[in-house]
């Protein structure tokens, strides 16, 4: 079963804009890891946000993690045709280090 | 540093055939995961080893799909016989350590099962 479940499902914007995805996950992590996947690819890991964390940044990349929510969200500014992909959401758990991906959205930026 | 290889990249088979799917991982990495994703979903672990030791199984369909890493390094996933349902992108992926370390995927093989 999928553990975290990322929000919206598909989303579009104009080269530029900011892309803001979300993931929920049901039970306490230990880790949670963003991956970019384009199309007919394998995975390329983005960022890793530790549970007593709470914000992270990589170049145009911004993480948030909530755990009073058990939620994330990653922030792409300045969005560019490159980052036209699916972003998936994993994470890993006390006691069980296996990774979970989320559903993934569908980010397009339109040129 | 070399990524990890996949091969083949496709494989068409038919319903009820064999099929044998190779990966290389990173040098050095201890961990390597075999991840089956079906289209429109996000990859859902078959596999996971430490060196050559096998670390969780718990998702593997071990009816018809088997693993192993040989030596610690190179490990092939086999599926005998193949399902309709089968028909996925495997992934292979490896890291340095467990828990905790960002994995390195392969381009996958897509498989197609007629």
């Known amino acids: 079963s999928q553990q975290g479940e990322e929000d919206p499902q598909a989303l579009s914007i104009q080269e530029g804009e900011n892309a803001t995805m979300n993931c929920s996950y049901k039970?306490?992590?230990?880790?949670l890891q963003w991956y970019r996947q384009n199309s007919g690819r394998g995975l390329v890991h983005l960022i890793l946000?530790?549970?007593?964390?709470r914000e992270k940044h990589s170049g145009r990349l911004r993480v948030t993690l909530d755990t009073s929510k058990k939620s994330s969200s990653l922030l792409i500014t300045a969005s560019r045709a490159a980052d036209t992909a699916s972003y998936f959401c994993a994470t890993d758990a006390w006691g069980n280090e296996k990774l979970t991906f989320g559903t993934g959205t569908r980010l397009t930026i339109i040129p | 540093e070399a990524g990890v290889a996949q091969s083949p990249r496709y494989k068409i088979i038919e319903k009820r055939q064999s099929v044998a799917f190779w990966c290389n991982p990173i040098?050095?990495?201890?961990?390597l995961y075999w991840y089956q994703q079906i289209l429109g979903q996000g990859p859902k672990l078959l596999i996971q080893f430490q060196n050559n030791g096998v670390v969780d199984d718990s998702q593997l369909p071990k009816d018809r799909f088997s693993a192993e890493r040989l030596k610690g390094v190179d490990s092939t996933l086999k599926i005998q016989p193949a399902k309709l349902e089968d028909s996925a992108v495997y992934l292979c992926a490896s890291s340095r350590n467990k828990r905790g370390y960002e994995q390195f995927f392969g381009p996958g093989t897509r498989l197609t099962v007629l």
């Open positions: 946000i530790r549970s007593n964390e």
């Open positions: 040098s050095g990495h201890a961990t």
């Open positions: 039970t306490s992590i230990n880790n």
